[in-house]
């Protein structure tokens, strides 16, 4: 299973927003497992990923988060 939703990350960071970023991932997330938990054969793998864009295209450069280590702004 991939779960690839949350909020839109583009746009002016208000403390709205950042609320709306976080809990889109995290409720999203909660919601998922505990319906995954429920029924018979739930996938053997939940992969979840949001603001995959984030880097943008940086061609066959190796990214790591250390790359853009910056204090939590959620």
Not at 17 to 43: E, G, Y
Not at 57 to 66: A, K, P
């Amino acid at each position: 299973m991939v779960n690839l939703s949350g909020e839109d990350i583009y746009g002016k960071w208000t403390k709205e927003k950042k609320r709306k970023i976080l809990d889109s991932r995290v409720q999203t997330t909660k919601l998922l497992c505990k319906t995954l938990a429920s029924i018979n054969r739930p996938p053997k793998v939940l992969v979840a990923a949001s603001a995959t864009g984030y880097y943008g295209d940086r061609g066959n450069e190796i990214l790591s988060e250390i790359i853009l280590q910056q204090p939590a702004i959620l």
